[in-house]
């Protein structure tokens, strides 16, 4: 925990009229999202995966136990275990094989935008009580907020939802922001789990050789490692050994043990 003071080490132009203080771990960061799939997937081809860059269009059972996947196209590729690991597009698919979770794709902006009053320190991602967030992007900055829920395949973004919900908190908090230019926006979708904000790991009940890993509300990235990891150790031995990801259950729903996650952006 940070006083006023030590806030202002960090961030010396930070308005600190409605704050107490602060709080800061030098272990946190971010990363680039994109960068750490394709080293995992150039590693899994060194291991001998083969991938597919096509889309599947449905997942193929037989009774109550998986089978495999047809893509778009009509091919057809069989497996005695079926890994959804799809994202946003994750739930459409299970729902329409009859095996249904409580999952939507909710879309989230980012805004980067340059100032014309450099700041004197680098900052650090910031998170303002508002749930709008700031960092630094190289020599400009990204920003985003908790944007209202809602249910949609869209990857457009909006100058005026940045004018409107993410300009006026930044230009609150840090007057150097009361001078911004938008250089670029982008959007992408949340796995969006409507019931606890958490991930869905594991098999899915009363089938066999179908397991799941979506529904991680915005922490999919930070929690992946771990999960293909469990995941793998439950497919190949029946059980979690590293860590128990048991908590994370499909069957939680049913037995009304909901793991809450109240920190969604």
Known sequence: MLDPGELLDLIPELNLTDLAGGLYCGESGYLDAYSVMQAYIKCAKRLGAEYRYKEVDRLLFDGNEAKGVRLKEGEEYFAPIVVNCGGAWASSLS???????????????IFQFDIEEKLQKELPLTMDPTGVYFRNEGQTFIAGYSEKIRTAYDFSWHRSDFLENVWPVLADRIPNFSKAKITRGWAGLYDYNTED????????????????AFGFSGHGMQQAPGVGKGLSELIRKGKYESIDLSPLRPERFAEHQLVLEDAIY
């Open 197 to 212: 904000h958490n991930a869905i790991i594991g098999q899915y009940p009363a089938t066999r050789g179908y397991y799941v």
């Open 95 to 109: 729902k329409a094989a009859g095996l249904a979770l409580p999952v939507v794709p909710t879309p989230r902006q």
